[in-house]
């Protein structure tokens, strides 16, 4: 016993040589997981001819994988997309924002944006992108006009959302489509909070869209991936490109989370949709709330236009404010410990977030204000519970705020 390795059991021959999968005449219903990063080819001239595409083959994940063509191919079908079977999975929506911008543009090139984007696409466009000498203006998507007038000789991209965060105004889509194709300039979409279900971009002449898969398409709040998908072949190349050069792979795992969830979207979102239709009336009705924000309602400030766009698809997402200030909004949140406060949004359950401590804390509270986001205002984003108990929980929460500021 003097010498341990000796009494170890020698490694057995061929332990490290690779087993093939088992046989079977049956095949596997639920999608295989794949989380191999290589791929072995035949031959030198084999793999010759899948990097030249002649055949097709699997090289290496930071490529392409099948988890992300299965899932992708499935969001290709829900978008209508122009070019099917060719969109992208990246690693999260930002990264699918970030390489569209980056994929597309170069140096002295100009977009023209919606001034309510998501946060982090304000961020890489007013902040990151001008060094490397992108430069952006940020307008009013809901005002053509505004966007027309933003619009430079060097601008080639417009970017938008459909409904913003977390007001929730409509964009003139009709407008904006119309002017980017009078002006050839190419207009992409992120269609994260409509999704697919609400509105499909390309039906109206999108060139690209964009989803934050994260959040209602894969639906429960376990992984982080983003899609792009283009119009053009050559677009869709130069995304590719970037995306792989930069290593913005997605984890197989998070593809086939986020295709499993996949399978139950339109269940979810239409039962979340119904929900948030009621949860927003029956809110309007409570003391204390000060107004409601639903692109459906007639008192929407874009009723018409979101009537027109999205018909009685008003969506998961629903805006409140509360009077009686952070105190207020404190108890509220509080009174409903039940219930997910968190700064997200498309999870299987409904999850609450209040922007101005969270994605608008950053903006001055000038422009917050103007911007309608006071410290009483919050986000739903609605899930798929029994809607009486939705109503209790929102009816406590509200009567606990009104108590702070009665
Ligand atoms: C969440 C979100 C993103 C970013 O997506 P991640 O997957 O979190 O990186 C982009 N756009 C919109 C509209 C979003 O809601």
Redesign the pocket.
């Known amino acids: 016993m003097s010498d341990n390795h000796s009494d170890l059991p020698s490694l057995p021959e061929g332990l490290v040589r690779r087993t093939p999968w088992p046989a079977s005449v049956s095949r596997a219903v639920g999608t295989p997981l794949q989380p191999s990063v290589v791929y072995a080819s035949e031959s030198p001239d084999q793999l010759d001819a899948q990097y030249g595409g002649q055949v097709k083959g699997f090289t290496y994940a930071r490529e392409g994988h099948p988890n992300a063509e299965v899932l992708a191919g499935k969001i290709d079908a829900l978008e209508a997309a122009p070019l099917q079977g060719q969109g992208l999975i990246v690693g999260?929506?930002?990264?699918?924002?970030s390489a569209v911008v980056m994929g597309l543009l170069s140096a002295g090139d100009h977009v023209v944006a919606g001034v309510q984007?998501?946060g982090?696409?304000l961020r890489l466009l007013t902040q990151d992108m001008p060094r490397f000498g992108v430069t952006a203006t940020l307008a009013d998507p809901t005002d053509v006009r505004a966007m027309e007038a933003a619009i430079r000789p060097e601008t080639r991209l417009i970017l938008i959302?459909v409904v913003s965060?977390p007001t929730l105004r409509v964009a003139d889509m009709d407008g904006i489509l119309a002017l980017g194709r009078a002006k050839g300039i190419s207009v992409a979409v992120?269609n994260?909070?409509t999704t697919p279900r609400g509105y499909r971009p390309f039906d109206h002449g999108a060139d690209i869209v964009?989803?934050?898969?994260?959040?209602m398409l894969a639906g429960h709040s376990d992984a982080?991936?983003?899609y792009v998908a283009c119009r053009d072949a050559d677009d869709r190349k130069a995304i590719y490109d970037f995306a792989t050069t930069t290593g913005m792979t997605p984890s197989p795992f998070d593809c086939w989370l986020a295709e499993r969830g996949l399978y139950s979207f339109h269940l979810r979102y239409d039962r979340a949709e119904d929900n948030a239709r009621l949860l927003a009336d029956h809110l309007a009705g409570l003391k204390g709330v000060r107004r409601v924000i639903y692109p459906t309602r007639p008192d929407h400030p874009d009723h018409n236009r979101a009537v027109g766009l999205l018909g009685q698809r008003g969506g998961h997402m629903l805006s409140f404010e509360v009077d009686g200030g952070r105190a207020a909004a404190n108890a509220l949140t509080r009174a409903m410990p039940d219930l997910a406060f968190a700064p997200?949004?498309?999870d299987i359950g409904t999850t609450l977030s209040h922007p101005g401590s969270s994605s608008h804390r950053a903006v001055a509270e000038a422009d917050r204000l103007a911007q309608g986001i006071s410290e009483g205002f919050f986000r739903i984003s609605v899930g798929v519970e029994d809607i009486a108990l939705l109503k209790r929980d929102f009816t406590g929460g509200v009567a606990a705020a009104a108590a702070t500021a009665g």
């Open positions: 999260s929506g930002m990264a699918a924002v984007l998501y982090r696409s959302e965060n992120d994260t909070f964009i989803h934050s898969v994260t959040k982080t991936l983003g997200t949004l498309g």
